[in-house]
């Protein structure tokens, strides 16, 4: 069954602004940390941001000061939104928690 659902991936010029939505089928969302992750072409994957049930965020360096990571319980949703995007920003970006990933949403940040 799908737990993690990414959207809101696509094309944007540099400088530009995209906002990344999970929604989850997960019964026990609310307690679980949740994470953003990206793969870049050619790169290893990495953590962008991850968020506590409490709503505690923490950010790769790389992205502070430009992504903020969000989360509402009550939807079941994690929320990514991403300022000054540069080329180094293009990946598939994939939700993940409770042990499950999604199936990730690409982003690509191009003139």
């Known amino acids: 069954q799908v737990q993690l659902v990414e959207s809101g991936g696509g094309l944007v010029q540099p400088g530009g602004s995209l906002r990344l939505l999970c929604q989850s089928s997960?019964?026990?969302?609310?307690?679980?940390?949740m994470a953003w992750w990206r793969q870049a072409p050619g790169k290893q994957r990495e953590v962008v941001a991850h968020i506590t049930s409490f709503g505690d965020p923490t950010y790769e360096d790389s992205v502070k000061g430009r992504f903020t990571i969000s989360r509402d319980n009550a939807q079941k949703t994690v929320s990514l939104q991403m300022n000054s995007l540069t080329p180094e920003d293009t990946a598939v970006y994939s939700c993940?928690?409770?042990?499950?990933w999604g199936e990730g949403t690409l982003v690509t940040v191009s003139a």
């Open positions: 997960q019964r026990f969302f609310s307690i679980n940390t």
């Open positions: 993940v928690g409770g042990g499950v």
